[in-house]
């Protein structure tokens, strides 16, 4: 693929963040599908549910980017945590607080993105590149979902 070292570090860096903070949030979404109570229980358990799996579709995607740049993907639980700035979630059970989390961590990973963007746009690797900014759109079109639930 001919890129740098250094070049090849700013991208593995940016997506072993992302990957972790992607993880966290997909079993925080899991975990708001199966515990909702709300008047509103079919639709949100039905919400939560498909945003994990394009959560999950992502996770793979952004592992098989690092191996694509010839690295090992971090695979541990205890390493995701370490790294990421999206928390796990407390005891919440009502639909209108799992959205309002849900929607400042897609912000969150959103700030990442946009600063990662940033960092990779200088270097050679426009796959990565692009691939950041899909994902950034991809958690933009989430974030807007959630706040139409609610003002969040
Ligand atoms: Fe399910």
């Known amino acids: 693929m001919h ?3 250094e070049d090849i570090k700013i991208s593995v860096d940016s ?3 992302l990957l972790a903070n992607t ?3 997909s079993v925080k979404t899991q975990n708001f599908h199966w515990n909702v109570e709300d008047p509103r229980f079919a639709m949100l358990h039905d919400f939560f549910g498909n945003h994990y799996e394009m959560l999950i579709e992502a996770i793979d995607e952004i592992a098989e ?3 694509m740049l010839g690295e ?3 695979g541990s639980m205890a390493g995701y945590l370490k790294v990421a700035s999206v928390k796990e979630a407390g005891l919440i059970q009502d639909g209108t607080s799992m959205l309002q989390e849900l929607a400042k961590d897609h912000r969150i990973v959103i700030g990442i ?3 990662s963007i940033e960092c990779v746009t ?3 690797d426009q796959g990565t590149l692009d691939f950041l900014i899909g994902r950034l759109q991809e958690h933009e079109k ?3 979902m959630i706040t139409s639930h609610c003002k969040a």
């Open 3 to 5: 890129l740098d070292k």
């Open 15 to 17: 997506l072993n963040e």
């Open 23 to 25: 993880y966290v949030l």
């Open 65 to 67: 980017r690092i191996r």
């Open 72 to 74: 090992y993907a971090p």
């Open 113 to 115: 993105l946009r600063k």
């Open 122 to 124: 200088k270097t050679q």
């Open 142 to 144: 989430m974030a807007w």
